[in-house]
């Protein structure tokens, strides 16, 4: 499965647009790159998840160039509440669309006032 | 509509003990899946459950740990006998047929 790397922290303000980007350079022509968000004594949340060029919902946004070798994750005018850690999974579907997921170390996003 | 939910939210046990986790998934769900992280270091993947049956087990670490999905409803992990090292957090997660997974709050184990 393709391994992922991410920065470790970043910080960003209220109000600004944080971009997150993670490499993969092993991916797969069957992998799907999906990003998770988990708050502290939580368990993660699916954000977004896409396979080529960009993928937009209510909450982010997500940018995979051609070659697919890195993705990066855009919300949109973040809020304190958007303080969390990030994790970038990269792999195949299985049947019924069923994902064995593989989590790295995540990015650490601390948005300040 | 309810969550996936986990029972107990700690638990202190000492070594040798035996422990008994449960995962209610959402319902409807016929995917369930088991992850933990061990004091710091990364979420793994333990295995995974089509309904009542085991789809997938390969992150099992060892034969301490038995995972069962009686009915397929909810399901348990019992770990015997505990060691140091199985101290963590178990997260369990449910799907049904699509990529998005709704975790628990997990479990916390601590094996004294």
């Known amino acids: 499965l393709a391994k992922t790397t991410q920065p470790i922290s970043m910080d960003s303000y209220e109000g600004q647009e944080v971009n997150i980007t993670c490499s993969h350079n092993n991916i797969a022509t069957n992998d799907y790159i999906t990003w998770y968000q988990q708050f502290p004594s939580q368990g993660p949340r699916f954000i977004i998840q896409?396979?080529?060029t960009k993928v937009t919902n209510e909450v982010a946004s997500l940018f995979i160039p051609a070659d697919r070798k890195s993705s990066t994750l855009s919300l949109p005018r973040v809020s304190l509440s958007d303080t969390a850690v990030y994790y970038c999974?990269?792999?195949?579907?299985?049947?019924?669309?069923?994902?064995?997921?593989?989590f790295g170390t995540g990015t650490r996003l601390k948005v300040l006032a | 509509e309810a969550g996936v939910t986990q029972f107990p939210s700690h638990s202190v046990i000492e070594k040798g003990q035996t422990v008994t986790l449960r995962c209610d998934p959402i319902s409807g769900h016929d995917n369930l899946y088991w992850y933990r992280r061990v004091m710091g270091k990364e979420i793994k993947f333990l295995l995974h459950f089509v309904k009542e049956s085991k789809q997938d087990e390969s992150g099992m670490p060892n034969n301490r740990f038995l995972a069962e999905r009686t009915g397929g409803t909810y399901s348990t992990l019992k770990v015997q006998p505990a060691e140091l090292e199985d101290s963590g957090v178990y997260f369990c997660?449910?799907?049904?047929?699509?990529?998005?997974?709704?975790f628990g709050p997990g479990t916390r184990l601590t094996v004294t």
């Open positions: 896409g396979y080529k």
């Open positions: 997660a449910s799907s049904q047929n699509t990529v998005e997974q709704y």
């Open positions: 999974l990269v792999g195949p579907l299985g049947p019924s669309g069923t994902y064995k997921y593989i």
